[in-house]
Structure formats: C-alpha cells, structure tokens
C-alpha cells in the first residue's frame, strides 16, 4: 500500500495564480484531511471530510476551496494565491472513530512570490 | 474551544539524560489525547495516544485529567529521538474531525 501519497513535493506559484494540491490515499479511509505548517503555529486545519461528497471547513479555510468526488482523493485547491499561503501542506486520513490515527502525506512545500 | 499548549519550542537534552516534553491541553468534555513525531525526512507518524497507555520507543504520557496535561516522558533519551514531536487533542465520540494540534516541540539530544 502507498498509504497517503501527495503532488507535487515543491510548487513556486506567483501571487493570484490558482493551482491544485493533489492528495490520494489506499486504505479505504472515510476521513480525510488537509492541514498548513507554519514555524511556531504548529499544524492548523484548513478543510477536511468525513465520506465521499462531504467536506467542512477547519480552522484556516479562507482561500482555499476542497471537493470531495470519491473515497480516495481529496483535492486541495488554492483559488488565487497569496505570500500569506506560503507554507507546507500535509494531506492526512484516518478511519472514522475515537482514536484512529491520522495518516500523514509527505507534504507539499508551497512558495507564493 | 479545544486547546493544545506546547510551551516549550526548542529543547536539548544530553544522551542518557530524561526527556520530558510538556503538553498541556484545554477541554471541557472527555478528551482523546495523541503524541505524533515528525523524525528529519520523514512523514508525520504517531507515536502514542493515551487510550492505549502502552510505551513506544521508551516514551511514555499519562494523562493527567486534575492538571490537564499529557507529557511525553522517557527515562533515557537517544540520539534517534532527535525529532519534531506534536501533542494533539480530539473530542471523543466525534472521531478526527476537530483534531487540535499544539506548536510543536523539537527535540534534539546531544551526543
């Protein structure tokens, strides 16, 4: 199993350019989600969903949108980039239920010029 | 609202030396406690949650419910701990949705 894969490693956007990060995973986990990692913030929630057609916002949701068509991807996509938005993304999933484990990606590690 | 307090960002400890890292957490309800590691290249992992109270790589936390702490402890630290550990928090019976993460502590011991 490749568990919870991630594209691209390494993105360089320009400020108001839009792009998807790309997050699959092969376990058959109902929960998925996307989290930034920020020096001395730690990890913060950005979107997340519980199954296939749901999704809900976390804590830091503005300026990026998620969809969720089936079991395994969970897009991240970023409407119109800013220098604020410059971080590393990690994807995560996990089986529904009190103390399931999160999964993690390898993260994305994005530039906003 | 759920909160997880990291106070310490950095902390070096000599091999052989005892390792505590603090988490500190606020919650009204029941909560679910978790310790993830984060070694140099390598993806985010877990590394113990509190329900199991079993020890891992000689690590072990104890939920403190009257102090609200979770520390992670280990009697004799190792270079291979050198790593970014999260203390993390969810609410129990609504599974990983509203996962609280604290700022991180990186640990580093020193040969």
């Known amino acids: 199993n490749a568990g919870v894969t991630q594209t691209p490693k390494f993105q360089v956007l320009k400020t108001g350019q839009s792009m998807t990060l790309q997050c699959a995973q092969d376990m058959n986990h109902e929960y998925m989600s996307w989290y930034r990692q920020d020096p001395g913030m730690g990890l913060r929630l950005i979107h997340y969903s519980v199954g296939a057609g749901i999704t809900d916002q976390g804590e830091v949701p503005n300026g990026y949108n998620v969809s969720r068509s089936t079991t395994e991807d969970f897009p991240l996509r970023l409407l119109s980039a800013a220098p604020s938005q410059t971080s590393v993304y990690f994807c995560?999933?996990?089986?529904?239920?009190?103390?399931?484990?999160?999964?993690f990606g390898n993260g994305t590690r994005l530039t906003v010029t | 609202a759920q909160r997880v307090t990291q106070p310490e960002k950095l902390l070096s400890v000599f091999k052989g030396a005892p390792v505590e890292l603090k988490c500190n957490y606020s919650?009204?309800?029941?909560?679910?406690l978790f310790w993830y590691v984060q070694y140099s290249r390598q993806r985010l992992q877990l590394l113990l949650r509190h329900i199991s109270r079993e020890s891992i790589k000689g690590f072990t936390a104890d939920l403190n419910k009257g102090e609200t702490s979770f520390h992670l402890k280990k009697p004799f630290a190792q270079e291979e701990d050198s790593a970014m550990y999260y203390c993390a928090l969810h609410r129990s019976n609504f599974g990983n949705e509203k996962l609280t993460f604290g700022t991180g502590t990186r640990l580093t011991i020193i040969p």
């Open positions: 919650y009204s309800g029941s909560p679910e």
């Open positions: 995560a999933s996990s089986r529904r239920g009190n103390n399931s484990p999160l999964h």
